[in-house]
């Protein structure tokens, strides 16, 4: 499929990158030079400089051929216009990111099916999601919920004192037989993701990916060494969107809120829209402000500002100062690496959940997809399709490559963990992790 991406932000270089790894041809469009002789270097896709509103721009990017345009520039006008005008020159289908709230309610309808979107992505709501995740399960550091709920996906670190340390899969396995309550889908070591299989060994500070039944929580995080508590206070450092919806849904849970924003008028729009969170303003890299605000009296604090560095300063200073968990947005991925390093618990970024509800529409057949920060595996929802190779077949007999892994299904809305043994019946929903080349032949054998 030729597919084409306006704007070369975070959230469409990430767009760009997974689709081209799952080999379709990809054009990216932008109006920054130097940012696109840097994917140029970096990335497999064609570039080309201009505006997403031109139609010879799109014409240089190959929009004859296009099936798809996904414009997600800063800029809602421009992603609006840039779907009517890719309409307009025969584009079957157009994503588009909206950011207004006023342009995504029912009043503005009309202009969007107008503008021809198909599918509009907030990159803020999205993000606002996976913090809200995070805040019912902490300690983890990835959270998915597929299947109706009824199978999660948890990513956590794997704790020093943790039962499973230094024992191989195989004994982990036969300690829980017959029916399992999770698998590991996927172990982080150093700079490799894995996909296991029963001879690997588990080890200190693994970054695990587990896929478990919902009622299996409590003993997945006993497993894993990580401590279950209650959040009462969440402190939100930067005032923008994300904070702005966080805000409203914590508060209506009775969690304690306050939120620290630099901008005096954002400040005070906020104190007008949120009567029950307490807005100061201040920057929030200022050790006194964050002082006097008792910072490490809070069960949570999250940064999510636009600047990383102030992000992930302020974490460090929470943390230092006592707070329970810290979780800082980073949009630059080069600084994952040091978050970790640092101590900080969580780095999240707005790209991986656009890039989720993008990669679910392109492939359509999908139910749900999770990709996520740190390596390159993904786990996808499917429905087995009736008569497709999957219909009756055992998991062991279904010839995958050995980057995929079945990690459930789901059958009269009961979540079972796939074995070798399990058999598979068309109308199954299947939880699986999958390295992108690798998906194509996944969606071939499940029909």
């Known amino acids: 499929m030729h597919v084409i991406v306006v704007g070369a932000g975070e959230v469409g270089t990430y767009v760009a990158d997974r689709l081209s790894r799952e080999g379709h041809d990809v054009a990216i469009i932008d109006l920054n030079r130097e940012r696109l002789r840097q994917l140029d270097e970096d990335l497999d896709v064609l570039v080309v400089e201009g505006s997403g509103t031109h139609p010879e721009t799109l014409r240089r990017a190959g929009v004859e051929d296009a099936e798809l345009v996904v414009a997600v520039t800063k800029d809602d006008a421009v992603n609006l216009l840039c779907s009517q005008l890719s309409k307009l020159l025969g584009v079957k289908r157009t994503v588009v990111r909206i950011e207004a709230s006023e342009l995504r309610d029912r009043d503005a309808a009309e202009l969007r099916q107008e503008s021809g979107v198909d599918l509009v992505i907030d990159p803020d709501s999205e993000a606002a999601e996976d913090i809200l995740e995070l805040i019912d399960y902490p300690g983890a550091d990835e959270v998915a919920k597929m299947a109706g709920g009824e199978v999660l996906v948890i990513g956590a670190r794997l704790a020093p004192h943790s039962p499973l340390v230094g024992r191989s899969l195989k004994d982990i396995g036969a300690e829980f037989e017959p029916e399992w309550e999770f698998v ?51 402190m939100l450092l930067g005032g923008g969107r994300t904070a702005e919806i966080l805000a409203q849904r914590l508060t209506a849970r009775g969690i304690d809120v306050v939120i620290v924003e630099r901008s005096p008028q954002r400040a005070r729009t906020l104190a007008e829209k949120l009567d029950e969170a307490v807005i100061l303003e201040g920057d929030i890299t200022d050790a006194d402000l964050l002082e006097e605000a008792d910072v490490g009296r809070f069960d949570m604090v999250v940064a999510l500002t636009g600047e990383d560095d102030a992000n992930i300063l302020a974490c460090l200073y929470a943390k230092s100062s006592g707070a329970g968990e810290t ?61 497709s190779p999957a219909d009756g077949a055992l998991v062991k007999d279904l010839g995958l490559p050995k980057d995929v892994l079945i990690g459930a299904f789901v059958r009269d809305g009961k979540a079972q963990i796939a074995r070798g043994r399990s058999r598979l019946r068309g109308r199954d929903h299947i939880v699986a992790f999958a390295v992108p080349i690798a998906v194509d032949e996944v969606r071939r054998v499940f029909g």
């Open 327 to 387: 979780v800082a947005v980073v949009h630059r991925l080069a600084l994952l690496k040091l978050v970790g390093d640092v101590g900080i618990d969580v780095a999240l970024s707005p790209r991986t959940a656009t890039a989720n509800g993008v990669l679910r529409f392109v492939r359509g057949d999908v139910a749900a997809v999770e990709t996520f920060l740190h390596g390159n595996a993904e786990v996808l929802e499917l429905e087995v399709a009736v008569d």
């Open 184 to 234: 590991v889908g996927s172990i982080g070591r150093a700079e490799e993701i894995i996909i296991p299989r029963r001879n690997h060994h588990l080890e200190a500070g693994d970054h695990l990916r587990l896929v478990l039944k919902r009622r299996a929580r409590g003993l997945v995080f006993e497993l894993l060494g990580l401590e279950r508590f209650t959040l009462h206070r969440v």
